[in-house]
């Protein structure tokens, strides 16, 4: 090769490591623009890995992402939808997420956690912080939807009718039924 070809050469391999590595700092810094500053440049240390506990009750939780800080791990869950806020229903997933981590790995895992809500369309992230339930309160939670699965507990109806469309127990549920005492 002559001393222009390896010049070219140099000078696009140049390139692409440069480009590469721009977009790495990129990915890197939108991967921490969702963070609080509690949180930004705390490394992910479990990330869609699955975790069991056999606490009075058995839990199957699968961790999002759980972030090492200096007080323990921080869990935080992405949720793509348009109402950007945090649901009980998240709450109740991080806090399962909680009990599972601790029992499986004795990690300290923190009592508050994040939702990132992103919307579908626009892509925009928010971040919101959350306060998880106890072990009791899980528990409770747990118990209580064995009940009514097994048909000795009658769920209530939800305070919005249009929250309980989406639920896996809205035929046996029926809470049109059930708004009317049938």
Known sequence: MDSVTVGLFLLIAGAVLYLRARHRLRSAEREDAWRPPELRGAPIVYAEKQFFASLPIRLVARVDRGLRTGRGIVLAELKTRSPERPYMSDVIELSAQKLALEESAGEVVSRTAYVVTQHP?????????????????????ARRRERIIAGTERARIAWNRSLCRPCAFFEQCRPDRTAHGE
């Open 121 to 141: 369309t626009t892509g925009t992230r928010r971040t919101h912080p959350v306060r998880l339930l106890n072990t009791a309160e899980v528990i409770a939670l």
